[in-house]
């Protein structure tokens, strides 16, 4: 199991991923946050008429007040993808490399919270200072797999207890990729979800945009943050 947003701590504020990495491993296993401070199924959505009522399902979605953005050079994530964050969401890098430094017992799980699938998390930017609970990841793969579609349903297949998952192509301005929306089931919880991620390709690899959640309610309430980051999504000026 994956321990994204929500799928612990549902009865609480949720830590970072940093922070747990941090507190399971005793301070042997640390993934660090640096720079400034600015979470399966692999079912189609099928017929054409699903895939068109979830675009506009998605375009109807508001667009979060912008806050500043990620991915240049000197920014709080510098990734192969620039895009603007919401107002009051604070965006942190991950030193994945930290998990893969791990030994014994921790190694394992200190690896499954950091990689998921072809990516590793690179960067995470956290709704709580916005009053919200739930996180906008970035994970990121290498160079080679250069499909979006085939990176996002191989994300989705490592993502334990995901199901109905439904694709789509989007594009803005100078990028296209793809889009999945999906339902996650915490058996310990007796509880679902809904999850949605994009995936794009760039020469660096490719690059997959997460929004989890606590709950179905708080993920749609920042789903305006995610429309943000996926209408400003550019790559990386070299």
Known sequence: MRFGAGN???????????????????????VLATGCAAEGGTSDSGASGTSGASAK?????????????????GSACELP?????????????????????????????????????????????DAKPAGKIGFLRVWTGEPGDTDPRAVLEKFVAAEQEASGA???????????????????TSKLMEESKKERALAVSTAAGPVVLHLGGLDTTEHEAMLPAYELARSTLHPTAA
Request: glycine share 10%; proline share 2%; charged share 20%.
């Open 8 to 30: 612990v701590g549902r009865m609480g504020r949720r830590p970072t991923r940093t922070a747990l990495v941090t507190g399971m491993a005793a301070g042997l296993l640390t």
């Open 166 to 184: 439904k694709y789509r192509t989007f594009t803005t301005d100078d990028v296209t990729g793809a889009e999945v929306e999906y339902i996650t």
């Open 57 to 73: 399902a998605t375009a109807k979605v508001a667009v979060a007040v912008r806050g500043g953005s990620v991915g240049a050079s």
């Open 81 to 125: 993808v620039t895009f603007d964050i919401a107002e009051s969401w604070k965006a942190e890098a991950v030193a994945a490399e930290e998990a893969s430094a791990a030994t014994g017992d921790l190694a394992e799980l200190a690896d499954a919270f950091v990689r998921q699938g072809p990516v590793t998390m690179a960067c995470e930017i």
